[in-house]
């Protein structure tokens, strides 16, 4: 491991107390690494965690408490946007303060979650501001890596708290054909993952496919989860995007969760098996 030997041998996590951020701060203290997480609100730090809160991340306060930190990891992100909190807002104005952040406490390592599927010609909102994180990121100086994710699937993850949430009320809705393929990869594989990133020259300034070994399409997915009493009930796309963009407040798919459904993003994951140097978790286990 190359940061081991670094005086600096902290690692710092934003969004922390997120699905992912919960996950890799468990894998770290698991591991006896030494994590600084930053978070709008505070939480009770595992054994090898300090936990800072901040408001504005306001980079006087901030710098001297990352001294030690050799990387951070960069786990802010929204999928779903508001007038409060645009993609923009988040995503992208967000990250700029980050990757100053990094710069000025002389962190050397980001590690950033993007999407999978984003790429220069993408049209949709949230991916849009996804690519321009990322070329904040890239043109930023520091040693990065960008992990485009697939679907993270772990306990209490996104999608599979929203299909349990609809398992509770009876029904899960699919939207369209549901032929449409996920390439679900296990949480634990992604803190691997981001711990490698970290500490391996060959993530360096590298983008990398953050997905599964198989893919699945959605309907195959959904059947996976339902329990014998749930119904499983195919809605129109078109009612989907209806409900998403007129009423957002009761729509079971968010207007990007769509694009990134009905895009059927599936790609290869031998190059991130290489790069980690080892296998994935077949689907079978992670669901
Ligand atoms: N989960 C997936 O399947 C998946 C797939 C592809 C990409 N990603 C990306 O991976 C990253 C982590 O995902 P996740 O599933 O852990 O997401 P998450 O559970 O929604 O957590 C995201 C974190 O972002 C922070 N955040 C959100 N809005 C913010 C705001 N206005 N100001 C400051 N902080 C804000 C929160 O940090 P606090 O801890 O301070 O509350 C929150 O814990 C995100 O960038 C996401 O887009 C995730």
Redesign the pocket.
């Known amino acids: 491991m190359i940061f081991v030997k670094e005086k600096r041998s902290q690692i710092a996590i934003?969004?922390?107390?997120?699905?992912?951020?919960?996950?890799i701060r468990k894998f770290l203290s698991h591991n006896k690494m030494s994590v600084i997480?930053?978070?709008?609100?505070k939480?009770m730090p595992l054994k090898y965690e300090t936990n800072i809160r901040?408001s504005d991340?306001d980079q006087k306060n901030l710098i001297p408490k990352l001294k030690n930190c050799y990387a951070l990891v960069?786990?802010?992100?929204?999928?779903i946007q508001s007038v409060d909190?645009t993609y923009d807002?988040?995503?992208v104005e967000?990250t700029k303060k980050i990757v100053k952040l990094c710069q000025n406490a002389k962190i050397r390592k980001i590690v950033?979650?993007?999407?999978?599927g984003v790429n220069q010609s993408t049209t949709f909102g949230?991916f849009i501001s996804?690519f321009e994180a990322e070329q904040e990121i890239i043109r930023s100086g520091l040693d990065y890596t960008i992990l485009?994710?697939?679907?993270?699937?772990g306990n209490n993850?996104?999608?599979t708290k929203n299909l349990n949430k609809q398992i509770k009320r009876g029904t899960i809705i699919i939207p369209g054909s549901g032929s449409y393929r996920l390439q679900?990869i296990s949480?634990n594989d992604v803190t691997k993952t981001i711990l490698a990133s970290i500490a391996n020259k060959q993530f360096s300034n590298k983008i990398v496919d953050?997905v599964g070994p198989q893919t699945i399409t959605f309907e195959n997915f959904v059947k996976k989860f339902a329990k014998k009493q749930t119904k499983i009930k195919k809605i129109d796309l078109e009612e989907a995007y209806r409900t998403a963009l007129n009423q957002p407040k009761n729509a079971i798919y968010g207007l990007d969760d769509l694009n990134i459904l009905v895009g059927d993003f599936v790609g290869n994951h031998k190059k991130l098996e290489q790069l980690c140097g080892f296998k994935l978790t077949p689907l079978k286990e992670i669901l």
Do not use: C, E, M, W
């Open positions: 934003t969004g922390a107390n997120g699905f992912v951020g919960r996950n997480s930053l978070t709008r609100n939480h901040y991340l960069h786990l802010i992100g929204q999928g909190a807002d988040v995503n967000l950033y979650i993007s999407g999978f949230y996804k485009r994710a697939s679907y993270i699937v993850d996104p999608l679900p949480v953050l």
